[in-house]
């Protein structure tokens, strides 16, 4: 007997989606095998069971409560995303205005100029980055209270 074989037909008996030709492969299994015919019982009883069980729908309560988690996730990433990015424009402009009378010279090639802005903007993406990492490992921290 093929154990796979055996299961598909199974599945399909209990999905009533078998053939006549599959039923009586079923049942030559089954005459064969009289421990599978207790095992398909016992599969048609669970069957039952599982189809007179109902989810029971959550009260008004929980649903304003879930709901209100969703809002403020949301709330508080695209508040971390504006955060960061004004943080990134206004460390970047700061940095702009400061480098701007250093690279003012005009015998310093353009590839250094650009060479420099993107390291210094790199820099503040970098500890954007990093602080804001440093505030998220900090509040989830489970030990932070623990003294070593």
Do not use: C
Not at 29 to 36: D, H, R
């Amino acid at each position: 007997m093929n154990q796979e074989r055996y299961i598909e037909l199974v599945e399909k008996y209990l999905s009533e989606e078998i053939t006549p030709t599959e039923l009586s492969e079923l049942n030559n299994i089954l005459a064969n095998n009289p421990g599978l015919k207790d095992d398909l019982e016992e599969q048609k009883h669970i069957k039952e069971v599982l189809n007179k069980m109902e989810l029971k729908n959550p009260s008004g309560e929980i649903w304003d409560g879930y709901w209100l988690n969703v809002y403020n996730r949301i709330e508080r990433g695209i508040a971390w995303i504006l955060i960061s990015l004004a943080s990134i424009v206004i460390l970047s402009y700061a940095a702009i205005q400061a480098i701007d009378e250093l690279l003012a010279d005009t015998q310093t090639p353009d590839i250094v100029k650009y060479s420099i802005f993107a390291l210094i903007l790199g820099g503040i993406i970098l500890l954007v980055s990093l602080f804001r990492e440093k505030i998220f490992v900090y509040k989830k921290d489970k030990y932070k209270e623990i003294q070593r």
